[in-house]
């Protein structure tokens, strides 16, 4: 959401939250400050912005908390600074809501979903490297929400479309929508499910031919199929 600052409020009455992204522009440059943790952020002078880490306070401060802060306690914080190129106007000088650029969004996804590898000791110092790729790339644009294990044979696959601005230009060229199947290795049919688990749907197979909106969190059952029993969809 936009904020702006209110100069008859008090300090603490111009932060507000940054649950994973903030940024400051002007007509040619972005400034955006990506957090693994959610931060208080504001920006209380032009071109300025201000991230808070840490805070002590003897009284509530009527912010929802409900008592003082005097407990602190050492908790990490891992932030990431990017500066981009602003190429064009959305807005043409009237209140427009703004997007992240692509190039932010998957600095985030870094920092929110680290990759974390298993090995297993084979003694001598030797560690077993042997690893089975489930699914090829996605597109820039798509993220993979969650892949929930429903059994042996079937997964609850989640995926979202991001919303960007173009304004900011991406080095990343593979903006291109997939069908669901070409994403795994393995044969798979591939059936849309709504987003609750416990309701069912009456169609058969997902309909490909018309992409995501952006913003758009799409379901399906995904069923791995033998590698000998590849149909013809």
Known sequence: S?????EKLTVQGNFFPMPSTAFIQDTRTRLTVLGAEPHGVASLESGWIEVVLDRRSMFDDHRGL???LSDNIPTPAT?????????GHDNDGKYVVEF???????AQQSL???????????????????????MRAMSCD????????????????ITRK????????STCQSIQYKDSRELFIRPVMVKPHPMSPFHDNDDQQVNNSKPPKPMQFTTSYVTFLPNNEIKEK
Do not use: W
Not at 2 to 6: A, D, P, R, W
Not at 100 to 106: A, D, K, V, W
């Open 79 to 87: 932030l990431r600074v990017l500066l981009e190129r602003r190429t």
């Open 66 to 68: 409900g008592q003082g």
């Open 100 to 106: 992240p650029s692509l190039t932010s969004y998957l």
């Open 2 to 6: 936009t904020q702006s600052t209110g």
């Open 162 to 169: 991001l919303g960007f601005t173009c304004n900011i230009p």
């Open 142 to 157: 798509e993220e993979l929400v969650n892949l929930r294990y429903v059994d042996d044979a079937t997964s609850l696959m």
């Open 112 to 134: 929110m979903n680290p990759t974390f590898m298993a090995s297993k000791d084979l003694g001598h110092g030797r560690k077993g490297t042997n690893s089975a790729q489930l």
